[in-house]
């Protein structure tokens, strides 16, 4: 299961911009990555690992702006394609499973 969290927050103000940079950087230390700005995305093991999350992000929340959870299986994700210029770009593999002995 992915995690796809899109967001429109303010930057007009000193206090909107620390609010949109605190925001950020949580994301990124819950194991986000940036997919394009303002879309960041998350691979969880389970949809019960997929909820966590999202109820941790709602946590985070900013108090202005907009942001959007959107939950999508490992097959719907395997069907993105990504563009670019005109040449098309696989969607990043899924993390390898470890095995512990």
Not at 1 to 11: A, N, R, S
Not at 13 to 37: E, H, N
């Amino acid at each position: 299961m992915w995690l796809m969290v899109f967001f429109d927050l303010p930057t007009s103000t000193k206090k909107d911009i620390k609010a949109y940079t605190v925001f950020r950087k949580k994301l990124m230390k819950d194991g986000f990555s940036m997919m394009q700005y303002s879309v960041y995305l998350r691979h969880c093991a389970s949809r019960e690992n997929a909820e966590i999350h999202a109820k941790r992000v709602e946590t985070f929340l900013p108090p202005k702006g907009q942001v959007s959870i959107l939950r999508i299986t490992d097959k719907q994700f395997e069907l993105i394609e990504t563009y670019i210029g005109k040449r098309s770009v696989p969607p990043p593999l899924e993390p390898q499973q470890l095995e512990m002995f």
